[in-house]
C-alpha cells in the first residue's frame, strides 16, 4: 500500500526558508513522477514543482529561482527547499506520485493516483 506522509511545514518570516519532505512508502520503481502542489484558502489548487524518474523537473514562474524539488532515492522521500519565501507562498502544501511518466508533462495536470495529506506553509509578513 502506498502511502505519502508530508512534513516540515510551519510558520516562518518573509525572506525565510523551508524544507518541505514526502516519505513515500510502498512507492517503489525506477520510473516516477512526483509532484509538489499547493492550495491558499478560497484559491484552486496550482502545481509548484515537478521531478521525473529521469531528473527533469518543472517549477511554476511564482517559485523559480527560490525553490528546489528533490529526491533521496535511498530515503525514497520527495523534498522542496524553499528559500525567500513570502507570504503568498502561504498554502497547505501536497506531494503526489504517479508511475505514469506522462503526468510529468504539465505542472497544472493532478491526475495522480496517490496523494498526501498536506503540510500547512505560512509565511509572515
Known amino acids: 500500500q502506498v502511502q505519502l506522509v508530508e512534513s516540515g511545514g510551519g510558520s516562518v518570516q518573509t525572506g525565510g526558508s523551508l524544507r518541505l519532505s514526502c516519505a513515500a512508502s510502498?512507492?517503489?520503481?525506477?520510473?516516477?513522477?512526483m509532484n509538489w502542489f499547493r492550495q491558499a484558502p478560497e484559491k484552486e489548487r496550482e502545481g509548484v514543482a515537478t521531478?521525473?524518474?529521469?531528473?527533469?523537473?518543472r517549477y511554476a514562474d511564482s517559485v523559480k529561482g527560490r525553490f528546489t524539488i528533490s529526491k533521496d532515492n535511498t530515503k525514497n522521500t520527495l523534498y522542496l527547499q524553499m528559500n525567500s519565501l513570502k507570504p503568498e507562498d502561504t498554502a497547505m502544501y501536497y506531494c503526489?506520485?504517479?508511475?505514469?511518466?506522462?503526468?510529468?508533462?504539465?505542472?497544472?495536470?493532478?491526475?495522480?493516483?496517490?496523494w498526501g495529506q498536506g503540510t500547512q506553509v505560512t509565511v509572515s509578513s
Open positions: 510502498g512507492f517503489t520503481g525506477s520510473r516516477y513522477c
Open positions: 521531478l521525473d524518474s529521469s531528473g527533469n523537473t
Open positions: 503526489a506520485a504517479d508511475w505514469r511518466l506522462w503526468v510529468c508533462s504539465s505542472l497544472t495536470n493532478m491526475d495522480y493516483v496517490y
